[in-house]
C-alpha cells in the first residue's frame, strides 16, 4: 500500500492559514490563483500546495484536481473557518485513522495504548523504514513530521480537543473526551465503509480497538464506548445486540458519512 511520510513537510499547521486557503478555494471559481493567494496570505507556492495537499488527503478537496469534495462543500458551508470543534474532530479522525498518511496514523494508533510517551519512543515505532532511506532522511523527515503533528495537538487548534498534554518533554493521553453523538456515529460509519463495506453490524471490539477504529483514534476505553452506544441507541440510531454470542452495533442500511455530518451541523444551529 502506498503512503506518505510527509503530510506536512515540516510545517506547523496553522489554521488561520489553512481557513484562508480552504476559503479561497471554495469562494472562487475556475483554476486556483496562486499569484493571489501569495498575495493575500504572505506564503510561498510550495506551503500553499502543501496546504491543498493536506486538505485533499483529509478528504475535503479531491486528488489532483482540488474539486471540492461533497464533505468540503458541507464543511464550507457549515463552518468555513474551520473553528467549530465538531470540524476539528472530523479533521482529526480524517488525518488519523488515514493509513496514507503513516506517521499521523502511527502515531495515534500507537499513543493509544499509552497513558505517557516521548519523541523518541514514538520515532522508534518507525524503526521499520530505517532500511528504506538515509539516516539523516529517517531522523529529519520523520522526526520532523512527529514534530509537526504533535505541535497540531499541543500549540494549534487541535489543542481545543484536548487528547494531548505536554510537560517536562512528556507527553500524555487524555482519555473519554466528549464529543457530539452525532460526529461519534459518524466516524462509525466511515469505520464501516472502510473497513466492512455492505456490513449491516460491526462487532463492539472492533470499534473499540481495532485499527484506525473510532474508539482508538479518540483514546475512548470501552465501558465508555459503550455508554455512548447506549446514548445513540436510546435515539433510535443504532441499534445493539448484545445475547448469546452477538455483541454488535447495528446500522441502518441508509447511513451515509457526509449527511450525518451535514445532521450535525444542522443540530448545532438549532
Known amino acids: 500500500m502506498s503512503y506518505k511520510i510527509q503530510a506536512l513537510n515540516g510545517f506547523k499547521l496553522y489554521f488561520d492559514q489553512l481557513s484562508l486557503v480552504f476559503n479561497e478555494k471554495n469562494s472562487g471559481e475556475g483554476k486556483i490563483d496562486y499569484d493571489r493567494l501569495t498575495d493575500l496570505t504572505g506564503l510561498n507556492r510550495r506551503k500553499i500546495r502543501m496546504l491543498f495537499t493536506f486538505l485533499s488527503d483529509i478528504g475535503f478537496t479531491m486528488k489532483r484536481s482540488l474539486e471540492s469534495t461533497e464533505l468540503g462543500k458541507i464543511v464550507f458551508r457549515n463552518d468555513p473557518y474551520l473553528e467549530d470543534e465538531g470540524t476539528l474532530w ?38 521499520d523504514l530505517r532500511d528504506t532511506m538515509s539516516e539523516y532522511s529517517f531522523k529529519d523527515h520523520i522526526g520532523k513530521e512527529i514534530t509537526v503533528v504533535l505541535d497540531a495537538y499541543i500549540n ?14 512528556i507527553y500524555q493521553t487524555v482519555r473519554n473526551q466528549d464529543i457530539a453523538e452525532l460526529i461519534f456515529l459518524a466516524f462509525m460509519v466511515l469505520y464501516r465503509d472502510r473497513y466492512f463495506p455492505g456490513a449491516s ?6 470499534l473499540v480497538d481495532g485499527d484506525n477504529a473510532p474508539g482508538r483514534i479518540l483514546f475512548w476505553d470501552e465501558g465508555y464506548l459503550r455508554n455512548r452506544l447506549e446514548d445513540l441507541k436510546g435515539q433510535e440510531l443504532i441499534g445493539i445486540e448484545s ?6 452495533v447495528r446500522f441502518g442500511s441508509d447511513l451515509r458519512f457526509e449527511n450525518i455530518v451535514e445532521q450535525y451541523y444542522k443540530s448545532i444551529r438549532r
Open 156 to 169: 494549534q487548534r487541535f489543542a481545543k480537543l484536548g487528547l494531548l498534554e505536554f510537560e517536562d518533554k
Open 243 to 248: 445475547r448469546a454470542d452477538l455483541d454488535q
Open 90 to 127: 472530523i479533521m482529526h479522525y480524517l488525518a488519523a485513522a488515514n493509513p496514507y498518511l503513516l506517521i499521523w496514523n502511527r502515531i495515534f494508533n500507537g499513543i493509544a495504548l499509552m497513558n505517557e510517551f516521548t519523541k523518541i519512543d514514538l520515532l522508534k515505532n518507525f524503526s
Open 201 to 206: 453490524a460491526i462487532e463492539i471490539g472492533d
